[in-house]
């Protein structure tokens, strides 16, 4: 309650919040009845306004604490919390900083699990010595993976092409084109409609994601049926130009990713030279386009 009224909160607002827990009951369902009420020690209740702003409150000295901007970075997410460390020469760092992150979730009362908790690197000798690395804090080891989801999209780390969850979304934005186009509107409005409701679910997440070439193709056919009449001779591309809104789906994840990108490099400037030497190994690697391309940052 204390540390709630010195962030702001009003102090009846507290005595009111902290009341309504303390007299609780919680009631799980059982094959459709329900079981017997109990005091939950340690949750908050879920669609409450209140409980993201609680669970940021009791975090953000382990951002203070931690963060260093460059080198260490934090996000919390309600009980979420992920800890980055740029570049090899910071990898001690970065253990030594997890294990006092770990340290302060045990303090405030947490239990951390060990089952969902896992680690990650784009480096292989660094993944094989984290498998082996034990942690003091939770007396236990923790595994490593190569490719996992965050905020929506599927991040890897491996040089892998896993798109499992974006490749999805597409399957249902090719379901969603088609009903788009059975609506009784014209082709202009439609346009509309797949800008708005069919892509911007479809390509979701995909400035991290890898997206899958043939289902990607597949979402372009699907669009290019619903805004305009099918025809063995139909140029794709000069149907899409005859359009103001950009919907041919390549054309809107790579213009998704370089805004992205921008968005980046304006708000973090300690990611340029990062991003100048991913640049350079794509450039050294002869990927088409890039050979005789500068990077200004």
Known sequence: SFLFIQAGMPKRVVDAYMRFHDQLIVYNTV????GVGYHKRCSIPQGCPFSMRIIAILLRPAIMLLEIPGELLMRILADDVIM????????????????RLLTFMLDLG???????????????PARTWMRNLF???????????TNFRDLGAHLNLAGTN???????RMRLGIAKAGRVGRLPFDYAVKVNFIESATLSA????????YASESMRDKLTSAVANTISPKATRRSNNLMFSLFSKEVEPRAVILL??????????GKNPFLHDFIKDIWATYSQLSFPG???TTLVC
Not at 162 to 168: I, P, V
Request: hydrophobic content about 40%; overall charge positive.
């Open 110 to 124: 947490s239990k951390v699990s060990v089952e969902k908790s896992f680690l990650f690197s784009n480096d292989e």
């Open 202 to 209: 479809a390509v979701y997440g995909c400035e991290a994601t």
């Open 290 to 292: 890039t050979s005789a």
């Open 135 to 145: 942690w003091a804090p939770i007396q236990s080891t923790l595994k490593v993976v």
């Open 31 to 34: 094959a459709g009845g329900l």
């Open 84 to 99: 980055v460390g740029l570049g090899h020469e910071n990898i001690k760092l970065f253990v030594e900083s997890y294990k």
């Open 162 to 168: 896993n798109g499992s969850t974006l490749t999805e």
């Open 256 to 265: 998704r990713r370089v805004n992205m990108l921008r968005r980046m490099v």
